[in-house]
């Protein structure tokens, strides 16, 4: 199995831009996870779908975040406007029926 | 407020010696725990877990604690090898939250050779 994928690996993007993580979870696994890492808040969970339902966005930091997952096999992360402190490591992970969470790569995104 | 808390933003041992990396909770509805490490550029990988019924949890190398009246759990290694050397992440869930983790801030452990 390839795990989570996620894309692109690295966004560098002006302030005002729109930005979009795409994340491809593991075939099979019903839910899945945004997590966002900072040096200051650690890791947080910004919201999470199962069987393609948002269950819980209260991570969700703004409006100009939002998240879709059209179908078991994709999700992405909107940011619109993107704005500089939104820069961080981006984490999408998925699992199934168990609370065991499987982690992307991640995305780092830098906004200037 | 953070609900699952790792006070030692780092830790430095000696290879060969024991890595003790500790982690408090607050949410006395968690019952679930687990530990997770990162390597830089790469997300979380899992390491260990531990469910509210037990104790102890080993494997390997690895060991999870969890005293449930502390509410404290912490993670050992013995003998810590300097391939170890990584940030360790502490998790919690419970069981009406259909499984999304909660994180602690994370430990960055340097096993020196």
């Known amino acids: 199995d390839a795990g989570v994928i996620q894309s692109p690996r690295h966004e560098v993007t002006e302030m005002g831009q729109e930005v979009t993580l795409r994340c491809k979870p593991i075939s099979g696994h019903n839910s899945l996870f945004w997590y966002r890492q900072t040096m200051m808040r650690g890791l947080e969970l910004l919201i999470y779908f199962n069987n393609n339902v948002p269950i819980d966005d209260s991570g969700m930091p703004e409006d100009r975040f939002s998240a879709k997952m059209p179908n078991a096999s994709f999700s992405t992360l909107k940011i619109q406007p993107s704005e500089p402190r939104d820069s961080a490591v981006y984490f999408c992970a998925s699992s199934l029926g168990v609370r065991k969470a499987f982690f992307g790569q991640g995305t780092r995104l830098t906004v200037v | 407020d953070q609900q699952v808390k790792q006070n030692s933003p780092s830790l430095s041992v000696q290879e060969g010696r024991i890595s003790i990396l500790n982690c408090d909770y607050t949410?006395?509805?968690?019952?679930?725990f687990l530990w997770y490490k990162k390597y830089p550029a790469e997300g979380p990988t899992f390491l260990i877990s531990?469910?509210?019924?037990?104790d102890k949890n080993e494997d390997g190398r690895f060991t999870v604690f969890l005293n449930k009246s502390a509410k404290h759990l912490s993670l050992h290694i013995v003998p810590s090898q300097p391939g170890d050397s990584a940030v360790y992440f502490c998790?919690?869930?419970?069981?009406?939250?259909?499984?999304?983790?909660?994180f602690g801030k994370g430990t960055k452990l340097s096993v020196k050779p």
């Open positions: 531990i469910s509210s019924i037990k």
């Open positions: 998790a919690a869930s419970d069981r009406g939250s259909q499984g999304n983790l909660i």
């Open positions: 949410n006395s509805m968690f019952d679930y």
